[in-house]
């Protein structure tokens, strides 16, 4: 079974410029998380997707963070513009959750794309 | 709001000893999982063990083992036999039940196994 992929791996911009990560899913997997995790700290949950629809985003900074996940599948997530303090790794994961399934379901995670901001 | 300390920055261990990290957390409900992530240098994630909270008996994977203690809200990570693959972040999280599997992380202990 092939896991979460996340691209590119590696990213350097300059402060101001944009940014975008994307993360493909294991297949079937209908929740899809978005994290960031700042060097020396655990990660922290951006934003969560049910499917096509967001189930959280209380810790995304709507006014420079945007995801969108089109189709319930794959998903983006853009920085713009960037600041200095977003340089960080930034996770993708997934977990089969099915609407109304209420048991806690694992997250598979991907191997991140690791954000640097000058 | 859940919050999860880990006290333990960086741990070392010699191969084939045990060592045990240590996790605590703060939460007002009654239900609620707890996991141990793997983060190896290549920055995979890996679960490692989870321990649901109804449960009494401690979780065991082969050479890693909790020991889980409600009252004192307490998680701690016991792992035998240390190879040096397990050098690796070690993340202690927790998820209520009731909130749509958003994890809590710790800031997380940095173990390395040496020779």
């Known amino acids: 079974e092939a896991g979460v992929a996340q691209s590119p791996r590696y990213k350097i911009i300059e402060k101001r410029q944009s940014v975008a990560f994307w993360c493909n899913p294991i297949?079937?997997?209908?929740?899809l998380y978005w994290y960031q995790q700042i060097l020396g700290q655990g990660p922290k949950l951006l934003i969560q997707?049910?499917?096509?629809?967001?189930?959280?985003d209380s810790q995304l900074p709507k006014d420079r963070f945007s995801a969108e996940r089109l189709k319930g599948v794959d998903s983006t997530l853009k920085i713009q513009p960037a600041k200095l303090e977003d340089s960080a790794v930034y996770l993708c994961?997934?977990?089969?959750?099915?609407?109304?399934?209420?048991?806690?379901?694992?997250?598979?995670f991907g191997p991140g794309t690791r954000l640097t901001v000058l | 709001a859940q919050t999860v300390t880990q006290s333990q920055p960086e741990m070392s261990v010699q191969e084939a000893e045990t060592v045990t990290l240590s996790c605590t957390y703060d939460?007002?409900?009654?239900?609620?999982?707890l996991f141990w992530y793997k983060q190896p240098p290549s920055r995979q994630m890996i679960l490692v063990i989870r321990?649901?909270?109804?449960?009494?008996q401690n979780a065991t994977e082969n050479r890693f083992s909790v020991n889980f203690q409600k009252a004192a809200k307490s998680f701690s990570l016991k792992i035998s036999d240390s190879q040096l693959g397990d050098t690796a972040m070690y993340f202690c999280?927790?998820?209520?039940?009731?909130?749509?599997?958003?994890?809590?992380f710790g800031t997380g202990t940095r173990l390395q196994v040496t020779l």
């Open positions: 999280a927790f998820v209520n039940t009731g909130t749509a599997s958003k994890l809590t």
């Open positions: 997707f049910q499917n096509n629809g967001v189930v959280d």
């Open positions: 321990q649901e909270a109804y449960k009494q």
């Open positions: 939460t007002s409900e009654n239900n609620y999982y």
């Open positions: 297949s079937g997997h209908a929740t």
């Open positions: 994961a997934s977990s089969f959750s099915p609407q109304g399934f209420s048991s806690y379901n694992e997250q598979f």
